[in-house]
């Protein structure tokens, strides 16, 4: 691990030619730092060739506080990840995506909340910001925001679309993102699991909030089921892995209830636009949970020719 110093802070954003970098690390230009802090930004490039550097070496000649490019190739995020890991120089590592902007309290929410709960990582909400084209039953589900899940009273995973990672804690150190996750997606899922399962704690700042612009592309119905399948293929191979094969077939045939109960709730739902999608979305996620159980390979989301996102 590179040395640093125990008051400082690094915010990374992983980018794969995405020109609203430049509006994300304007907004990282605008924060609030934490008293007794020090912060600086490092932009991981996740492209084959280093597209972002002269973007990011531009931007860097005014930016407030130190700016640093490093090229990790190329189409794994799991590659630009682990590039965040390797040359972070703070001993807290913020994650934010490339189409996204902070607020300017977004680092002193995330830190207030590590100290009051004495946290590994904390994580923040994402919150999709929709125009004029988006349907009404869409807003109303805010199916493209992002929070966490919790399992009796705790968070178990988590995200790196908004998040605060201690890198001197136990459960943390020496941990890497999944490289066989980095087209697929999941790579985050499975590095949190795993920092719980070692017994880190994972907290929550509710305004620590990060804004993301939904483009068009993300407003296809396509789109929407196939992430939720891609998220229920990633929580159904974690499970998988928990529970061996002794329990496989019962939470199979879990999974399928829930499907069906899915199935059912769209049904019932009529004309009730937004109950009817949100049952069919879920019911996609339990498709995804039982091929995941099954053990099915996990759709890429990352590569050559894709709009990469870090997804949960």
Not at 52 to 79: D, K, M, Q
Not at 92 to 117: G, H, K, N, P, Q
Not at 186 to 214: C, M, N, P, T
Not at 263 to 291: E, S
Request: proline share 4%; charged share 25%; with cysteine.
């Amino acid at each position: 691990m590179t040395a640093c110093h125990n008051d400082s802070i690094e915010v990374c954003v992983c980018t794969y030619r995405r020109p609203q970098l430049s509006v994300t690390l304007e907004s990282l230009a605008s924060l609030r730092v934490p008293d007794d802090f020090t912060l600086s930004v490092l932009v991981i490039d996740n492209d084959t060739t280093p597209s972002a550097r002269p973007l990011v070496e531009g931007i860097a000649e005014t930016f407030p506080v130190p700016l640093r490019y490093v090229h990790c190739p190329e189409g794994n995020i799991s590659i630009a990840r682990n590039g965040a890991l390797d040359h972070c120089r703070a001993r807290y590592l913020a994650f934010i995506d490339d189409d996204e902007t902070a607020s300017s309290d977004w680092l002193c929410a995330l830190v207030e909340e590590l100290r009051r709960v004495d946290a590994d990582v904390v994580l923040g909400p994402v919150e999709g910001v929709y125009d004029q084209s988006a349907p009404s039953w869409m807003c109303n589900l805010e199916i493209h925001s992002t929070r966490p899940v919790w399992v009796k009273g705790e968070i178990r995973t988590g995200y790196t679309c908004n998040v605060i990672i201690d890198r001197h804690a136990s459960a943390v150190c020496d941990r890497r993102f999944d490289l066989a996750l980095g087209k697929t997606g999941g790579e985050d899922s499975l590095f949190f699991d795993e920092i719980h399962k070692a017994g880190g704690k994972i907290g929550y700042a509710e305004r620590a909030l990060v804004h993301e612009d939904v483009p068009t592309e993300r407003l296809a119905y396509g789109w929407l089921l196939r992430r939720r399948f891609r998220m229920g293929q990633t929580h159904g191979r974690m499970l998988r892995q928990k529970i061996g094969a002794g329990r496989l077939l019962s939470n199979l045939a879990v999974a399928l209830a829930k499907v069906t109960y899915c199935c059912g709730a769209a049904v019932l739902g009529g004309f009730d636009t937004t109950r009817r999608n949100a049952a069919l979305l879920r019911g996609t996620l339990h498709i995804g949970v039982f091929m995941g159980l099954t053990g099915m390979r996990e759709l890429e989301l990352y590569g050559s020719g894709s709009v990469q996102r870090g997804e949960n």
